[in-house]
């Protein structure tokens, strides 16, 4: 038998968009099994897209055949684990498809010698606002599973939309429109679920399946996040929706925790009853189906922990703490950040915190990220990060007060375009010394991501630490303007799999959460980050002065773009 037969462990699962993985976690914190399955490689049957499309769907109770291709046209498989659809907006997923790959998963696992009985929890994370709706009938399937057939076999006829919207789809402007109407504007609706509307939030995706599939709708029993559904099929049952997914949806109000009626109401009817209560983060959900215990060797007492969103799961993995940030540099830049008192706005997201539900995360996406540096590190630098990074150490902090905004394709942070350059006096030049651009661009980036931060609540603390991960983690003078710029410490760690191993630190979390136990004292043994760079003297005084001018530079860039305000 594998020597990873007996640890007693908990394992945490990702329904990312593109594949399901599997990590096991011992007592000591260890990762010492992995799983996984891509669904374009390994599943490549769900080329071909299920869904009927809107008009009359199948109606009545439940019967088990699987749900008919309504789309002719030579299969494709799914790229990336998505459909696009002809719109270019519409993005789904196969429901099936999913189910399917934890079939395979344990079935691997199982093959390898893997001993179940020693899980003690398992606890996941699925990509955010993706949604699953479950069939009339579906629950007493779930609930009767037998253990000799396949969970894909089982659940073919258990819903009643088989292409799942994911958070890619950006079809449903019409029903954000109407949600930030109903919610009296989008700076309200943010105020009360912590974001405007957006496209791909579960509430405006709900609506367009109700407003163009009333039967389907209605004839829906249960509707889930990609998270709940994924812990419902290890429950055998109905998981619920945690607080911290929850937050994705536009309904959720993130103070009270409870379902916002306004934004139910604009939405779809009888909705709360087709959700059910949202719960705790570190919830315990119940004890795992019998389906598994019979067909696998799971102990009978191992438990569920409620399954959260990859961004809160990856939270968890790298062990964030109050005042900390997480800067993921890659393609496009994101920012974490955990916050206290949050101030929700007109850009981020503020989701309740799934590690402390008195707590919130935020989440900033910048577009131009590591392509912006490259382009320029291709123009002043010659191609090359050693020039790039040579750059960065002959300029000084502060770059002599020239300030630049590098947004070559359409920001999100802030919604602005374009290339500006503004000198020590505030006056627009159109080129800079090439030292100087490339340490305008860094500090530029680096600022922005501070000063909007800030706006959503965020205050560097004494115990502040950054960490920094991707591409551009890697290079450290890059992570020394960072440490200037913040005033903190950064620190570097493996990320690629945080938001498995964050929900097998959850479920260790979940199974002492009645205790009172912080999440900082259940992971205090796992691993901890590098660190890569520590601000320089004298770095606080230049950016706290820099820090407001570039905060009006891009309000006069704003202005420019949208014009002044009424
Ligand atoms: C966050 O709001 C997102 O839409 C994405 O990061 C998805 O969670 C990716 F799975």
New binding site residues.
């Given amino acids: 038998m594998a020597e990873h037969a007996s640890r007693r462990c908990c394992l945490g699962w990702d329904f990312?968009?593109q594949q399901v993985k599997v990590v096991a976690v011992d007592a000591d914190l260890n990762v010492f099994y992995e799983e996984s399955v891509r669904f374009d490689r390994d599943l490549p049957e769900f080329g071909r897209r299920s869904q009927a499309p809107p008009g009359p769907a199948s109606s009545g109770r439940l019967r088990l055949l699987p749900a008919q291709s309504a789309f002719s046209g030579s299969p494709r498989r799914t790229r990336g684990g998505v459909h696009i659809h002809k719109d270019g907006l519409t993005v789904t997923s196969p429901v099936l498809m999913w189910v399917q790959a934890l079939d395979i998963v344990l079935e691997k696992m199982k093959a390898s010698g893997f001993d179940f009985s020693q899980v003690l929890a398992v606890s996941g994370a699925g990509?955010?606002?993706g949604s699953v709706f479950w069939k009339a009938g579906a629950s007493q399937v779930l609930t009767s599973l037998s253990p000799d057939l396949p969970l894909g076999q089982q659940l073919q006829a258990c819903f009643s939309i088989t292409d799942c919207p994911v958070?890619m789809d950006s079809s449903t402007t019409a029903q954000c429109r109407r949600l930030e109407a109903a919610a009296g504007g989008a700076q309200a609706l943010s105020r009360l679920t912590g974001s405007r509307a957006y496209e791909?939030f579960t509430g405006n995706q709900i609506a367009k399946i109700y407003q163009q599939n009333p039967e389907a709708y209605s004839n829906t029993e249960r509707i889930s996040l990609v998270s709940s559904f994924a812990a419902s099929l290890f429950l055998g049952s109905y998981s619920p929706v945690d607080y911290s997914d929850g937050s994705?949806m536009n309904l959720l109000q993130i103070h009270d925790k409870v379902w916002s009626q306004v934004c139910l109401g604009a939405c779809a009817p009888r909705l709360e009853e087709k959700l059910g209560p949202p719960v705790p983060s570190c919830a315990a959900v119940g004890a795992i189906s019998s389906y598994y215990v019979w067909r696998y060797g799971f102990h009978p007492g191992c438990q569920v922990v409620a399954f959260t969103?990859?961004?809160p799961a990856s939270l968890a993995g790298m062990r964030l703490e109050e005042g900390d940030i997480a800067v993921s540099l890659g393609t496009s830049d994101?920012l974490f950040v955990w916050l206290r008192e949050p101030v929700p706005a007109l850009e981020g997201?503020v989701f309740c915190n799934p590690v402390d539900p008195q707590h919130f995360l935020a989440?900033l996406c910048f577009k131009n990220g590591s392509l912006t540096r490259e382009k320029v590190r291709d123009e002043s630098a010659s191609c090359s990060w050693g020039e790039f990074s040579r750059a960065l150490r002959s300029t000084q902090m502060g770059n002599g007060g020239n300030l630049g905004f590098y947004f070559d394709v359409m920001e999100i942070t802030p919604e602005a375009t374009g290339r500006h350059r503004f000198n020590a006096e505030g006056h627009e030049v159109s080129a800079f010394p090439r030292d100087v651009e490339v340490r305008a661009l860094v500090e530029g980036q680096f600022m922005a991501k501070r000063l909007h931060a800030e706006g959503l609540g965020y205050r560097v603390v004494p115990k502040t630490k950054i960490l920094a991960t991707g591409g551009a983690s890697h290079n450290r003078d890059i992570l020394q303007v960072l440490a200037d710029v913040f005033g903190a410490p950064v620190y570097v760690m493996d990320t690629a799999n945080s938001a498995c191993v964050g929900s097998a630190y959850r479920a260790f979390h979940g199974l002492v959460a009645g205790t009172n136990m912080p999440f900082s004292e259940v992971v205090k043994l796992a691993p901890n980050p590098r660190l890569a760079a520590t601000p320089a003297p004298g770095a606080a005084q230049v950016y706290e002065a820099l820090l407001p001018k570039y905060a009006k530079l891009e309000q006069r860039i704003l202005s420019q773009v949208q014009g002044p305000p009424e």
Avoid: A, F
């Fill in positions: 990312s968009t990509q955010q606002h958070w791909r994705g969103g990859d961004n994101t997201h989440l």
